[in-house]
């Protein structure tokens, strides 16, 4: 018992380096720490959801760290990872989805060149509506010719519009859906 409550405080110790490397976007710190394992998992809130499992890479976004994001990003994290929350199926968002929520446009732009689609991830819909990006939600309609789940994309707005009263965005979600 003894070694096991060492390496969670070992894990824990590690994780908040990690974290304070990133809050700082210090990209030599985290270029020295930084081994073979791309998708690091940290432990944090989001929204109010508390103490969910966070990629490093998410991590960058939620702290503006563009230096150590891209950095992460060339050295092949995985953007396609998902916040996990033990408790629920809630907030289980990818990178992408993660940049729209924080308006990180630069890096939603990095990960559209690395062929990370926007317009068919019913979670960018979703993170749309509920941060009250509605230019964003009127760009995805405007292309709604070329999104094949369309109707998803369209539900997962209208959904995260509803839960944070976005009236706005409600009623551009209804009338161009």
């Known amino acids: 018992m003894k070694s096991e409550n060492n390496k969670e405080k070992e894990e824990t110790e590690q994780e908040m380096h990690f974290k304070q490397i990133i809050e700082k976007d210090d990209l030599e710190l985290l270029q020295q720490e930084f081994e073979n394992d791309k998708n690091i998992i940290l ?3 989001f929204f109010e959801v508390e103490k969910m499992n966070i990629p490093i890479l998410h991590y960058c976004v939620m702290k503006k760290a563009m230096k150590c994001f891209k950095f992460l990003i060339l050295s092949g994290a995985d953007p396609c990872q998902t916040l996990q929350n033990k408790n629920s199926a809630e907030y289980e968002w990818d990178c992408i989805s993660i940049a729209v929520c924080f308006g990180e446009w630069e890096m939603m732009k990095i990960l559209e060149e690395r062929g990370i689609n926007k317009l068919n991830n019913p979670n960018v819909w979703e993170a749309a509506a509920l941060t009250h990006r509605n230019k964003l939600l009127k760009l995805l309609i405007s292309n ?11 539900n997962k707005g209208l959904f995260g519009a509803i839960k944070e009263n976005n009236l706005k965005g409600l009623i551009l979600l209804i009338s161009k859906g």
């Open 43 to 45: 432990h944090d809130s």
């Open 144 to 154: 709604k010719d070329q999104i094949p789940n369309f109707e998803e994309c369209l």
